[in-house]
């Protein structure tokens, strides 16, 4: 189900009930851009430690938005039925009264999620709008001061001409008559009346459905009304506005579900930095923050990338062929989960819709109740019964909890609940480079692609070190270069090539040398005359 602004408040307290009885949430996001160009080097590399990837994709969580997020909500029903909830929310940054946000486009990603049907209209025009709570205490404080300030082009046209038209009428107008201001949409409600009431003391304004009505009153009526308790422009209605999809967010955090994503670590970013505080520096208290906001967390990266190799499933590249797969596997097991979409969500049910949140959102809760249920009935020695509930689900998922597919790094996942456990790489190559001058980064890693595929470091002027997540690479670059007239490649090791240790072992051969001469002219014979 798609919803964007105009029929998200209406719909904010069904979902809150929704998300309240849930068993678990799935959740998806689509982005504006993925890893950030700029600066240099950003790329995302296997010789990144957590933190230092974490800086990275800081960088690049900072320079670009969500467009969509799909949140499935997993209800269970009765028995071993589970009913999803799906939905499609077009985000867009508020712009009622704070700092005008800027974000960046990647031409590649809009490209791509054009591709697959992604309406920029809906996120342009009714995207809901959110903010964090940095955000809101900086409007929270404009509204106590009373420092408006209309931050959209768009908006500010808007109440231009709502101004004319009202500042002609007023001064014919007798008190107690009203006019009609039309075409108004979203924060242009509240910035039209909170304007005019600013700047017009003998007016009074009241919205009524995308309309304002606005009337001519005595001060002593103004007064009147501002004291009522059924105004809507009051600063908790205004910023219950503004906070729009954060709203919801808030009720997730509060209802502590468990938390289902695939490859998520740029989803929990996300959530970080747009609806609860701009990221931390420290990658640290992103881990404890998020720890705090969602304490369950499952990848479903992490969870079939460990199994499946166990279970012999064929080679698959992305998560749509994973469901598939897990589809075919026991079709009719009669202990398996049941999962039904709910009426009113119905449309991933006719039609396969990848890179579409919601539906990316409904394949990853799946994708976790066949792998719970595969792991139930593969790895304990008791016959699974007839409805395994949800919390035995999570008991066989113990090891994966709060673990984060970490892609291409040092770690094969970062632990939101405790250390990162290092991962086992294949050993590091060193390029030894003869009779070719010249030779960069770039250069060499263009040398090997052809071969397989490695992370390149410069080492020294003549040397580079390159690393694979496979050891079978490891071993065709060995064997292939063994003759290679301009590069010599060996097994890295650490007292024999590191820079710092050659250098220490200059200076105590320096040392040495001077101790030497210095031992061997002190004892020799004086002359005398």
């Not at 009428?169 to 075409?183: F, R």
Request: aromatic share 10%.
């Amino acid at each position: 189900m798609e919803v964007g602004a105009a029929d998200f408040q209406r719909g904010l307290p069904r979902l809150r009930g929704r998300v309240r009885r849930a068993a678990f949430l799935a959740l998806d996001m689509e982005f504006t851009g993925l890893h950030s160009t700029f600066p240099q080097n950003n790329q995302p590399s296997l010789f990144d430690s957590p933190a230092e990837r974490y800086l990275k994709a800081r960088q690049s969580v900072q320079r670009f938005t969500v467009t969509q997020l799909g949140l499935a909500i997993f209800s269970n029903e009765n028995s071993n039925k589970y009913v999803v909830h799906s939905y499609n929310f077009f985000l867009f940054p508020s712009t009622l009264g704070v700092t005008d946000v800027e974000f960046t486009l990647s031409a590649s990603s809009i490209q791509f999620l054009s591709r697959y049907g992604f309406d920029y209209n809906k996120f342009l025009k009714d995207g809901i709008p959110y903010m964090n709570e940095v955000q809101e205490k900086i409007l929270s404080q404009h509204l106590l001061e009373g420092s408006w300030k209309v931050s959209s082009a768009l908006d500010r046209d808007v109440l231009k001409k709502a101004i004319d038209e009202v500042t002609c009428w007023i001064g014919a107008a007798e008190e107690e008559e009203t006019m009609i201001l039309q075409d108004l949409s979203g924060s242009q409600m509240f910035e039209v009346q909170l304007v005019l009431r600013q700047a017009l003391p003998n007016v009074w304004t009241q919205p009524l459905g995308d309309k304002v009505m606005v009337k001519k009153v005595s001060p002593q009526h103004r007064q009147l009304l501002e004291n009522s308790p059924d105004d809507h422009c009051q600063k908790e209605l205004i910023l219950l506005s503004a906070r729009g999809f954060t709203n919801l967010f808030q009720t997730l955090v509060k209802a502590k579900k468990p938390l289902v994503g695939h490859n998520m670590l740029m989803d929990l970013m996300h959530l970080h930095d747009k609806f609860y505080k701009p990221l931390p520096e420290s990658y640290e208290e992103f881990k404890r923050n998020i720890h705090n906001l969602f304490p369950v967390l499952i990848d479903t990266k992490t969870v079939t990338k460990s199994i499946w190799k166990k279970c012999q499933f064929p080679p698959v590249s992305n998560l749509l062929e994973v469901y598939a797969a897990l589809c075919s596997k026991d079709p009719k097991d009669p202990t398996c989960p049941v999962i039904a979409l709910a009426s009113d969500c119905s449309k991933y049910a006719e039609k396969k819709s990848p890179h579409e949140a919601g539906y990316d959102a409904f394949l990853c809760g799946s994708v976790l109740l066949k792998s719970a249920h595969l792991l139930l009935c593969r790895f304990t020695d008791d016959a699974v019964e007839a409805d395994p509930s949800f919390s035995q689900y999570l008991t066989v998922l113990a090891e994966y909890l709060n673990k984060v597919n970490f892609i291409r790094g040092g770690v094969s996942s970062i632990n939101f609940s405790g250390e990162d456990a290092p991962c086992r790489h294949p050993p590091l190559l060193v390029v030894h480079v003869q009779g070719w001058p010249g030779l960069n980064e770039r250069q060499i890693y263009q040398e090997f692609k052809a071969l397989c595929r490695f992370d390149v470091r410069r080492l020294s002027k003549n040397q580079f070190i390159l690393l694979s997540n496979k050891f079978k690479h490891v071993r065709l670059v060995l064997r292939d270069y063994k003759h290679h007239p301009h590069l010599r490649i060996s097994v890295y090791r650490h007292w024999r090539h590191s820079p710092h240790v050659n250098c220490l072992l200059q200076v105590s051969s320096i040392v040495a040398l001077w101790s030497l001469l210095a031992f061997v002219l002190g004892g020799a014979p004086c002359c005398s005359f």
